[in-house]
């Protein structure tokens, strides 16, 4: 009589723990596979058939690249100088950049000639306006001026500038 070897559990389950490992660590490279392959469709500058090490290393420089731009930007935004006045008849808004230009929003009841009073006054602090958007619905004028100043006194030039509109009945 012959007899046929019966495995034991042990090897039995060892074969079964190793199917769940291979399993896993099949299902961990695709989820890398699947996220290399989202790099590469966002960063820009990589090639269809880039390495691995080349899309981490382009990403890195991205990150950098972006980091870069957040810096500028929030710079850019704590140099503005912002303000805004209200009056009975009018309301302006002001922001200053650094690059000698300025934003003007203006908000008041027209009337005949204001506009052309607006423009004297930048005339008069040597601002140069660089586009102005003017509307008038139901009585409102809406003015938006970009306007560029050489002067030395840059701040104080707008802000004189803001406060003789404030001036103009």
């Given at each position: 009589?012959t007899s046929?070897p019966?495995?034991?559990?042990?090897?039995?389950?060892?074969?079964?723990?190793n199917?769940?490992t291979?399993?896993r660590?099949?299902?961990r490279?695709?989820?890398?596979?699947?996220?290399?392959?989202?790099?590469?469709?966002?960063?820009?500058?990589l090639?269809?058939?880039?390495?691995?090490e080349?899309?981490?290393?382009k990403?890195?420089?991205y990150?950098?690249e972006l980091?870069?731009?957040?810096q500028?930007?929030e710079?850019?935004?704590?140099?503005?100088?912002?303000?805004?006045?209200?009056?009975?008849?009018?309301?302006?808004?002001?922001?200053?950049?650094?690059?000698?230009?300025?934003f003007?929003?203006?908000?008041?009841?027209?009337q005949?000639?204001?506009?052309?009073l607006?423009?004297k006054?930048?005339?008069?602090?040597?601002?140069?306006?660089?586009?102005?958007?003017?509307?008038?619905?139901q009585?409102?004028?809406?003015?938006?001026?970009?306007?560029?100043?050489?002067r030395?006194?840059?701040?104080?030039?707008f802000?004189?500038?803001?406060?003789?509109?404030?001036?103009?009945?």
């Open positions: 009589m046929i019966i495995p034991s559990p042990s090897s039995s389950s060892s074969s079964k723990g199917s769940n291979r399993k660590e099949r299902e490279c695709l989820k890398m596979t699947h996220m290399y392959n989202h790099l590469q469709a966002t960063v820009p500058g090639f269809p058939k880039a390495s691995r080349m899309i981490v290393n990403t890195i420089e990150i950098k980091e870069e731009k957040k500028k930007l710079e850019l935004k704590d140099s503005m100088l912002q303000s805004t006045t209200t009056s009975t008849n009018c309301s302006l808004k002001l922001s200053i950049s650094t690059n000698n230009v300025a003007f929003g203006i908000q008041s009841l027209h005949p000639g204001s506009i052309t607006i423009f006054v930048f005339f008069k602090h040597q601002a140069q306006i660089l586009s102005a958007n003017v509307s008038v619905n009585g409102i004028l809406i003015l938006a001026i970009t306007a560029l100043s050489h030395s006194d840059l701040t104080q030039c802000v004189e500038t803001k406060k003789e509109i404030m001036d103009i009945k």
